[in-house]
């Protein structure tokens, strides 16, 4: 009824899912790039044909997906579409939500609208919550999920990801927090979805650290086993053997003694241990970029706690002789021209696998890692970098975010340097080459940055790793768990009856 005329590619397991979806709260989990939005225009036709004058809402984590399914979705139906988001005033979000038949718009714009009034739900007869996967704790679509089944007259929810889990219990939270009681499951090894999945190659490249980086590094240990016989000293962690102690354990110990200290127990060892751990956290931090990102971004993060630091753990860590010899270092080895061996291997892959004429994406965590790699490719013949980074402070805004995406696919930049706000969800095209500068201990955000790849062509993807570092562990724990993501996906594919039609996944509660 509301749908364009030639719009829309005939795909048989589109239109079974819908099927299978138009009139029970489902849980979609298929591939990137595999048309899960076709299947929501798909249940917006249905369901506003269905129940007349009746509207949709469609939610997605963050303004540039917003932009991006508003403009799909503009392309595909003739429907009257709207957009409320923090930016427009709360009078005019309210009219967009009443005079709109399909709603686009942020989680957190809907659940501030939720809480003062501006939204009414009852005449809403779908619910479209985009990477659901986020549906857990206290992240904004919980909370929309209950008050749309409450108050809507004609409810249905579809929820749309392409990498819900790991484990069993998160799976099922997900189901119960959006009340799902069916779940939908396409695989690319599937016989109705193969023939549409596009080819990606992966290539993983080990990286060995000069000696000089090797030099900090080994520093950096001695420092940090100080810090943990400091620790042990005020009597915390006192029987642990200090090589034993790491990261997570530091991590841990810390919300134990904040915890202590806001239940009233301000005494000096409690305080005294909140400062050593945080002392020893910025270490862990110092050791994962020199190790992992590049010298440049060490040095920087030494520097502002020797110059700008303000907190009592940057000042005790100012006045160390080892975080000036460590910044001292950095710099003599920077002046050197010795750098992390990942940005020579950046350039080495774009001239060997990429042309001008086509497009790649570089993941990396940090934005200070963006700053390096920018300037370190920004003069290589054919390549037209560009930097991709959050909101936040100095970030880059919604609207410069939707302009970048716009200009990379154009071809005004055939470069993308990108944190990790282009993971998710974005549809970005063309990208023919994807770089993933460090490994993420994520199955899904492995999954997400492969996904923004080879979306409409063969991709290729390269994962740097350097050895003996933080990449190999985190390398291996994406592995397993995006194995087994597939296995638990797998296994409630192959036991639909053990669903129970009352909003819950019987299997796992």
Same mark, same amino acid.
């Given at each position: ?8 590619e ?12 138009k009139?029970s709260?489902? %849980?979609?989990v298929?591939p990137?790039?595999?048309g ?27 303004k540039?997906?917003?932009s ?16 409320a ?12 939500y ?16 939720m ?7 009852s005449?809403f007869? %779908? %619910? ?5 996967h ?9 909370k ?5 089944m409450?108050k ?5 929810i579809?929820g ?7 484990d /069993? ?7 119960r ?10 695989g690319?090894?599937?016989p ?17 650290l000069?000696?000089?980086l ?12 100080e810090?943990?016989?400091? $620790? /042990? ?16 354990t530091?991590?841990? $110990?810390?919300k ?11 005494n ?7 400062i050593?751990t945080?002392?020893?956290l ?9 190790s ?25 860590l ?10 001292e ?6 002046d ?6 990942? $940005? ?11 042309s ?5 994406i570089?993941?990396? /965590? ?10 370190s490719i ?9 930097k991709f980074?959050?909101q ?5 805004? /919604? ?10 696919e ?32 994520s ?10 790849v ?5 991709g ?5 790793i350097?050895e003996d570092t ?6 291996w ?11 638990l ?9 053990? %669903?129970?039609?009352?909003?819950t996944?019987n299997?796992?509660?």
């Amino acid at each position: 009824m509301f749908i364009r005329k030639g719009k829309i590619e005939e795909r048989e397991y589109q239109k079974n899912i819908f099927e299978s979806a138009k009139d029970s709260n489902t %849980l979609v989990v298929l591939p990137t790039g595999l048309g899960k939005t076709v299947i929501s225009v798909l249940a917006v036709d249905y369901r506003l044909s269905k129940y007349k004058n009746s509207k949709a809402l469609f939610l997605a984590p963050t303004k540039p997906l917003v932009s991006q399914h508003y403009k799909t979705f503009s392309s595909m139906m003739d429907l009257s579409l709207g957009m409320a988001s923090g930016e427009t005033k709360k009078g005019d979000r309210q009219n967009v939500y009443e005079t709109s038949q399909l709603t686009f718009a942020t989680p957190q714009t809907v659940e501030n609208d939720m809480e003062n009034g501006s939204i009414d739900f009852s005449d809403f007869s %779908l %619910l479209v919550v985009d990477e659901a996967h986020h549906t857990v704790g206290n992240y904004a679509y919980v909370k929309i999920a209950k008050e749309y089944m409450s108050k809507s007259a004609h409810p249905l929810i579809l929820g749309l990801t392409a990498s819900p889990a790991s484990d /069993q219990e998160k799976i099922s939270l997900i189901c119960r927090n959006l009340n799902i009681s069916n779940v939908e499951i396409r695989g690319e090894d599937d016989p109705d979805v193969a023939p549409y999945v596009k080819t990606k190659t992966v290539e993983e490249i080990r990286l060995k650290l000069p000696q000089e980086l090797q030099e900090i590094i080994s520093y950096l240990k001695i420092f940090i086993q100080e810090q943990v016989v400091a $620790l /042990q000293h005020v009597g915390l962690l006192k029987d642990a053997a200090p090589n034993r102690i790491n990261r997570r354990t530091i991590l841990m $110990l810390q919300k134990s003694l904040q915890a202590r200290m806001f239940s009233g127990h301000r005494n000096f060892y409690t305080i005294r241990g909140i400062i050593i751990t945080s002392k020893l956290l910025k270490l862990y931090h110092a050791m994962n970029m020199i190790s992992t990102q590049s010298v440049g971004s060490f040095n920087r993060f030494v520097e502002k706690i020797i110059n700008e630091g303000t907190s009592k753990t940057d000042k005790e860590l100012a006045k160390t002789e080892q975080i000036k010899w460590l910044y001292e270092k950095s710099k003599k080895v920077l002046d050197s021209g010795i750098e992390h061996p990942k $940005l020579k291997e950046i350039s080495k892959i774009l001239s060997e696998s990429f042309s001008e004429d086509k497009k790649a994406i570089v993941f990396t /965590q940090y934005r200070d890692t963006v700053d390096v790699i920018y300037d370190s490719i920004k003069n290589d013949k054919g390549v037209r970098p560009v930097k991709f980074i959050g909101q936040g402070k100095s970030g880059l805004s /919604q609207k410069e975010q939707i302009n970048i995406i716009k200009d990379f696919e154009a071809g005004v930049y055939n470069v993308l340097v990108s944190t990790s706000v282009s993971e998710e969800g974005m549809s970005i095209k063309g990208a023919d080459l994807a770089i993933f500068y460090e490994t993420v201990p994520s199955g899904i955000r492995s999954i997400q940055r492969r996904g923004r790849v080879g979306r409409f062509n063969a991709g290729k993807i390269f994962i740097l790793i350097t050895e003996d570092t933080n990449d190999e562990g985190y390398y291996w724990v994406s592995k397993r768990r995006e194995s087994k993501m597939k296995k638990l996906i797998k296994k409630i594919k192959a036991n639909p009856d053990t %669903l129970k039609n009352d909003g819950t996944l019987n299997p796992f509660v």
